[in-house]
């Protein structure tokens, strides 16, 4: 169950607007009572300065925030970036959001692409076990990552993955994203700059998950994009990862 709209509406009008836009998003998608988690995950490399320093990324962050307050009553959002390695820099809430992401990373050294990290990150944060060790063998290779025996999570966690770059070893993204797949964290690719990133399309398109946990969307500009599109872009593919992930056992 989320906020309801007044209360944000009291405690923080400025982000009314945005509240607005995803409850209704949320609606549409027939996700109305579905309760999850929600995490933003930030590329912190140095091409990325002058999102950082045009309020791009802190604008982005007050979207995401705006939709966790329809998934989630707590008023806040789990804030992670990666850079040469990935960190959980804390939660923004209703209360704090205002330059949180100046605040957050202001002691933080931007430098290269660790998706990797950000994956293993965002799953150990939320406690979920590492998959059960597939056993050795002629055809191991050919089998997918199961989920270990820890039981079904309460609600999944939703994770908003933004980049404008590729990864420092796109085998390492590989390996970890296919790790995490026996976990209920659906993962929304968001990439920035003027063209598609193929290897974002080739993590959406990988086959030896345990369930698709991945969607990627090019989105150029995030100023740039109407709010309401952006809002569907974010839950695109997310009700049919719900499914599947409930028909494994996932989520309760």
Excluded: C
């Excluded at 309801?4 to 409850?23: F, G, H, V, W, Y």
């Excluded at 109305?32 to 999102?51: H, I, P, W």
């Excluded at 982005?60 to 789990?78: N, R």
């Excluded at 995030?222 to 990862?241: G, K, Q, T, Y």
Aim: aromatic content about 10%; overall charge negative.
């Amino acid at each position: 169950m989320g906020m309801s709209l007044e209360k944000i509406s009291k405690q923080a009008p400025s982000l009314l607007k945005n509240a607005e836009t995803a409850a209704a998003t949320i609606d549409k998608a027939r996700l109305n009572g579905q309760t999850a988690k929600v995490a933003v995950v930030l590329d912190y490399s140095g091409s990325m300065y002058n999102e950082y320093q045009s309020g791009a990324m802190q604008r982005l962050t007050e979207k995401v925030l705006a939709l966790g307050t329809q998934f989630d009553d707590d008023g806040s959002i789990d804030f992670f970036v990666f850079d040469r390695t990935a960190a959980h820099l804390g939660e923004i809430g209703i209360d704090d959001f205002a330059g949180s992401v100046a605040r957050l990373t202001k002691n933080r050294s931007m430098s290269t692409t660790n998706y990797a990290d950000a994956f293993l990150k965002v799953r150990d944060h939320f406690g979920f076990a590492a998959p059960a060790p597939v056993k050795k063998g002629f055809f191991s290779g050919l089998r997918k990552a199961q989920p270990s025996s820890t039981g079904p999570a309460d609600q999944p966690v939703y994770a908003l993955f933004l980049t404008d770059g590729g990864p420092d070893s796109q085998e390492e993204a590989v390996k970890a994203l296919t790790e995490v797949s026996t976990t209920p964290i659906f993962w929304k690719f968001l990439s920035i700059g003027p063209s598609k990133m193929q290897f974002l399309q080739k993590l959406d398109d990988l086959t030896a998950r345990f369930v698709d946990n991945a969607d990627y969307q090019h989105v150029g500009n995030v100023d740039a994009i109407p709010e309401s599109d952006l809002f569907d872009l974010m839950l695109e593919e997310f009700p049919e990862w719900l499914n599947e992930v409930r028909s494994k056992g996932l989520i309760k």
